[in-house]
């Protein structure tokens, strides 16, 4: 049988390609956001997150341009900077012209069609001439020897990972379907997760739309996965659910059997999260706008909960490739504000060494997953490392996720060969932390009572003092978090008093 693309399976005839002058349009839109949100560091998407939006047509091609684009950007500054382009009194917006301007020298030829092509090509002896004095001033022969080190890895290509949601299909229903367009192989390790080739767009596809598959990287199947939770269990936690990707993914492994809770305590998360979960048709999963920090461990709601997936907040920086987030200019040498980010992390640790306290301090719990898509040390093995001795104490050990798996945890704690790390470059997927805590059998005969009146009373000060003492971490980790979010508003609040003096200048 011949094989049909992506776009031919679904509408039965391949898709006109829109004009490149709509398409290059797109892109500047694109760029505006990326721009304005990495220059305010409040990003209102990824890269890929803008490309792959439903409004988008043609995405491969957007994709391409605009990681062209940013590529060559500061390039591209230095060039327009001996022209009149971006201080016309035309006003052309600034991101097309840089469009523009990166085809006219390095893409696909330009036509006259509007204002801003007509403008652009009027430069264009003048553009190639700035061009070539660039590469005699640097020394270089061509212009990818002036690009920053940052974007030599942009190349990066990951296959096409899709996790099949078996409560809507079957594994080999969904392998069948795929595999007319294109190959499919069953992914080592995680049963329902096929890979397809890099590039693959599936974002249009019908059993993506109505829940049956999710593009669901493999680094971020493997959390999950390795909580194993059974259909018996009746309750089980995701501690920081949204967007609700390893939820719903928790409820196909469990059947759609016993009961997963789902907390998320920020209200647009929320909504993302309730859209994932009905997308997914997974009816055994019970939506919590509650703060993981402040619920009850020992409350009666919680009192069944035998796993708790813990995947709070973090720095995000193992998935700076995929992200793409390597091409932004706060990416190029020099310009990342270094203690700004160390003050970051520190505060996300702190918070994620008192949620991970919580999750190990619920009595009837048997599994523990800590994850990240962080490759810090300080958000990983460390948080570890620190919450070892409670771990301890309430007869918890770490145990080998995925032993098959050959790359382990920094030697930096004991029992680093517990640990599992992914890496972007290596494995050709997200870079991930995965930590599990097992506790031993013998544990709930001490504290797996929810009822601590029946306690001693000696034994009843011992807890009320170590929840005294969580309690103090607590709100020393939401302090943290409390900063970051002040120091983005922050941010803001002082580029719009910027702004307004430039306006009552020019007034």
């Known amino acids: 049988m011949e094989r049909q693309s992506a776009s031919q399976h679904k509408d039965g005839a391949r898709a006109r390609s829109p004009p490149l002058h709509l398409i290059r349009r797109q892109v500047a ?46 390039v591209l500054k230095e060039v327009l900077a001996s022209t009149d382009l ?67 890895v942009s ?11 078996t409560l809507k299909i079957g594994v ?30 599936l974002h249009d596809h019908s059993l993506v739309l109505q829940g049956s598959l999710f593009l669901q990287g ?26 609700g990707n390893k939820t719903v993914q928790l409820a196909a492994i469990m059947k759609g059997r016993g009961r997963i809770l789902a907390c998320e305590q920020d209200r647009s998360r929320l909504k993302t999260l309730k859209k994932t979960v009905e997308l997914a ?49 706060s990416f190029a040498k020099g310009q990342l504000e270094e203690d700004k980010e160390k003050q970051r992390v520190e505060c996300l640790a702190r918070f994620q060494e008192a949620a991970l306290r919580h999750a190990l301090s619920f009595p009837a719990v048997e599994r523990i997953i800590y994850s990240t898509c962080s490759i810090n040390k300080r958000e990983n093995e460390d948080v570890v490392a620190s919450v070892l001795p409670f771990a301890h104490a309430h007869n918890f050990e770490l145990a080998t996720a995925f032993p098959e798996w050959p790359h382990r945890g920094l030697e930096v704690v004991d ?12 494995d050709k997927t997200d870079g991930f932390f995965i930590a599990l805590f097992v506790r031993e059998q013998s544990w709930p005969s001490s504290l797996a009572g929810i ?20 309690r103090e971490q607590q709100d020393e980790a939401q302090e943290c978090m409390r900063v970051l979010t002040s120091f983005k508003g922050v941010q803001t609040e002082s580029k719009k008093r910027r702004q307004k003096k430039k306006q009552k200048k020019k007034k």
């Open 281 to 329: 048709g997974a009816s055994n999963i019970e939506v919590l706008h509650q703060d993981f920090l402040q619920s009850n461990p020992f409350a009666a709601k919680f009192s069944k909960v035998r796993a708790i997936l813990l995947d709070p907040s973090c720095s995000g920086s193992g998935t700076t490739l995929h992200r793409l987030d390597n091409l932004l200019p």
């Open 218 to 243: 493999k680094a971020s199947c493997m959390p999950a996965q390795a909580l194993d939770p059974i259909p018996e269990w009746e309750q089980v936690l995701d501690a920081c659910a949204a967007p």
């Open 172 to 201: 080999n229903d969904a392998f069948e379907v795929l595999s007319q367009f294109t190959d499919v192989q069953y992914d080592d390790m995680i049963p329902y997760l096929l890979v397809l080739p890099a590039g693959t767009d």
């Open 155 to 165: 190349d990066y290509a990951a296959p096409r990972y899709v996790r099949v949601n």
């Open 29 to 74: 839109r694109i760029l505006r956001i990326l721009l304005k949100g990495d220059a305010q560091r409040r990003a209102q998407g990824t890269i890929r997150s803008l490309v792959y939006k439903p409004s988008v047509v043609a995405k491969r091609a957007t994709l391409a341009l605009t990681c062209g684009t940013l590529k060559y950007l500061q």
């Open 415 to 426: 029992g680093a060969h517990h640990l599992l790390r992914t890496d972007a470059a290596r």
């Open 451 to 470: 009822n601590l009146a029946n306690k001693s009373t000696s034994h009843h000060a011992a807890v009320e003092k170590e929840q005294d003492v969580e």
């Open 86 to 152: 971006i201080t016309n009194k035309r006003k052309v917006q600034a991101e097309l012209v840089y469009v523009l301007t990166y085809d006219v020298l390095f893409g696909q030829e330009v036509l006259p069609i509007g204002d801003a092509e007509k403008l652009v090509l009027s430069r264009k002896h003048a553009l190639r001439a700035a061009l070539a004095r660039l590469l005699v001033k640097k020394n270089v022969a061509s212009a990818d020897k002036l690009l920053p080190s940052e974007v030599e």
